[in-house]
């Protein structure tokens, strides 16, 4: 497998762009003009695909995150908890941003929007 390559000015990743006037694959720097030509013409492509537990323990974490705003002006709906831990998302098949908040309580974990 390929490994990552990292520019020589700028220490920055280096992304694979196709050259299609000379048909060679290159990698250039995003942060600056470097270029080089790719010694491999194969490049590897990773999707992660998440199952829906997984995405449901992340939300479950965001309460003990130290970099989330923190509000005590909303009370949860399940355990009556007087602290939230809240951020904004998108939601699939809705345009704009969402308001979510999250239970502090460790007990409870309640996820909900903003009505």
Request: hydrophobic content about 30%; glycine content about 4%; overall charge neutral.
């Amino acid at each position: 497998m390929s490994t990552m390559k990292f520019c020589r000015e700028c220490n920055n990743i280096l992304y694979p762009k196709e050259d299609r006037d000379q048909k060679i694959l290159l990698y250039a720097c995003r942060n600056c003009d470097h270029q080089e030509v790719a010694d491999n013409n194969c490049v590897y492509r990773n999707e992660v695909h998440h199952s829906a537990g997984e995405r449901t323990q992340v939300l479950q974490d965001v309460a003990s995150d130290p970099t989330l705003p923190r509000t005590k002006s909303v009370r949860c709906v399940r355990c009556k908890h007087g602290e939230a831990v809240f951020f904004q998302a998108t939601t699939r098949g809705e345009e704009g941003m969402t308001l979510f908040f999250v239970c502090c309580n460790p007990n409870c974990g309640y996820r909900w929007r903003d009505s």
